[in-house]
């Protein structure tokens, strides 16, 4: 089906996305930091919606948002409050950071100026019913071994979490 | 304008997918309002039945029977003094039940309560739904640690885990179901050209189940039984409920993560548990137990593949038959209704009670009746035959309730971590197998 009001959709999709983001840093309550992370993600779902890539916004939300942010709250729920809100929130490296954000600014904007022959203006559109068996092709015919290599990866860092958390098993 | 109204009707597609925001809307209202109904009598079936079991009447003095104690009990809820802990984070205090209704029910808009009775059909349906309620417990988290207390800190730290540890569990037997649906052939151990042209969506798993002419439970048998074990395992541990009602363990933790909420919030969590009871009943129904099919999907008319059933009236023998069960059933509770009314002690106190139960068993022969006319009979079917399962899995919950102890804390996941997700990587493992089974036979015999 066509999609409705894409433009309000961006917008109001995108809002809630940066103010989630821009709520994040400056909370003092890591748990509200954290819940604003939530709602960014969740907008960040929305958009990948928008895109015509719903496995990927189904992922976005059960491992970012049901998953990963779940374990963040279990842990910030037992962090001292009291002692976390009155230590100072921003260290000496804004400069820095205001600088390296400020360059990674104007390079997004001279690309948004200069790169249309880079981006194609109209994307190639993927056919939205079949975007998750697509997905699933690619995953498992064509990169295969990437794929496995990658799990791998993640199994070496679940026994390693382990090992280093109990030392006696 | 009317047009756009009376076009859907001839429309083989659910409302969100044929693009009509009216008969969606129209879907989204009738939906609430029917799952809201079904956590309106599983309050009074729950109380009826528990009290049954433990030989006990249950509520008897508002209605007959009891039968206006949802009523009475919503009146107290609502006019009840709304007490917010001043210690309490009050922002999240006030979002995590509002949070809880809003995810426990935006899970049903993929539900299939029929071939074109869904709000929408997405392809990444299945995901969808246990991505979605997988935001639930982020709901309790919130409320546990709002109220600054320690009993519901408590609560929310063991859902929290809880839930995470089961989710594992659940989502393998989920993709073995999935896995069964790519598998073209027919009958319990049919394998079909092992294209994989699998599906995530709710409304294609069903209609896989229908073309195999088998519910998964029986697929492989008794692989698909094991896997809709593990799921109906998982199922309770994510709902909270007994035997896996660690967080609000009475006897341990008060009431767990909502000791702090009283009145209209309290009455919100209780929503959005009974809602997300009915969720993940329905996503066992819709994966093992055949969603909207009646049994013996085997036995079906030619039609079985039309969306529009109704319309053809050269189905089956065994089609025709099925056909009056809502019907029949309706009119079994209004016999019993009636019985029980006869029944009831001949004492002036009791006059008013009795006539109300037994215009409670008129109106339910006047429904029967009506599911009786061939067309009200024929287009009621898939709707009857979804909420019957769902029923059945409702009165299972009470029955787990009733019958099993609670689980300890390290039993709790002992199972879930060393029992149900080695089974389920086990029974992933052998549907892979079985599927692949005529592509690995090939293979072996080009070794050896």
Redesign the interface.
Known sequence: ??P?APTFFFYLLSTVAVVGAILVITRK?P??SA?SL?FTLLALAGLYLMLYA??V???Q??LY???I???F??VI??VNIERSQREVQFNQQWHVGIIASLALGFLFLYVYKHGSSIFPVNPVSMP??????QVGMALFRNYLLPFEIASLLLLVAIVGAVVMAKKRI | MLDYVTSYLHSSLTP????N?LWALVYILVIFAGVSGIVIVMNWGERKALAHMQVRLGPMRVGPHGLMQPIADAIKLLTKEDIMPSEA?KP?FWLAPVWVVMIAFSVFIVVPFGPTHAVTD???GI??M???S??G??GI??A??ASNSHFP?MG??RS??Q??SY?IAMGLAVVSAIVMTGLGGIGPYGIGSGAG????SMIGIVQAQAQQHVWFIFKFFPVGLVAFFIFAVAMIAETNRAPFDLPEAESELVAGFHTEYSGLRWSLFMLGEYAGMVAVSSIAITLWLGGWLRPFPSTHGPAINIPFLWEHPEQGVVDFAFSFAPALVMLALAFFSFFNAMRMPKHPLLKIQTIGLYAFGLVLAGVGLILLAPPVRDRIQDIFWFVFKIACFMYLYIWYRATWPRYRFDQLMKVGWKVLLPLGLGVLLVTGIIGLGPEIAAWLKGVV
């Open positions: 089906m066509t409705v309550n748990v509200h819940l939530i719903p496995f916004a189904g992922v939300i059960i948002a049901g998953g942010m779940v374990l709250l279990f729920m037992l939205e019913p079949m975007n998750t068996q | 969100g997918q044929a693009g925001w984070d999240i997405m392809n990444i995901l969808f246990l991505g979605v997988s935001l417990v982020l988290v919130m546990g640690w800190l929310a730290l929290s885990a839930m995470v989710e042209s699998g599906t995530l």
